[in-house]
């Protein structure tokens, strides 16, 4: 499984850049996003920028993966997925459309 980590953007040099988890320093490989400029947030995937994300964004998958780390440790997630709690499972906007249409099979 590969997860994605948020990582703000510190410096950029061409199609590569340095960015932070916040703990530690990485080079990272920009070439599927565009232009970035230092402060821009990216969730990365072993070690590619894969999407330009906002602050509030990288906060709640940060939050999420500490939660995550937390329960593997064997502690609690406490308030990690909090923003999970107050809403429904939603489906990708293509099936809630064959959905609404009456579609129920592939």
């Not at 850049?17 to 232009?35: K, V």
């Not at 230092?38 to 906060?59: C, K, N, Q, S, Y």
């Amino acid at each position: 499984m590969c997860l994605g980590v948020p990582m703000q953007i510190l410096s950029v040099d061409g199609i590569a850049g340095w960015a932070t988890d916040g703990q530690a320093e990485t080079l990272i490989d920009l070439s599927l996003t565009g232009p970035l400029r230092p402060g821009d947030w990216v969730l990365t995937f072993l070690g590619a920028a894969r999407e330009v994300i906002d602050a509030e964004t990288a906060a709640r998958i940060a939050a999420a993966l500490d939660g995550l780390r937390a329960i593997m440790a064997g502690g609690d997630a406490g308030d990690a997925f909090a923003d999970l709690d107050t809403r429904s499972p939603q489906l990708p906007p293509h099936l809630q459309a064959a959905l609404d249409a009456g579609r129920t099979t592939a």
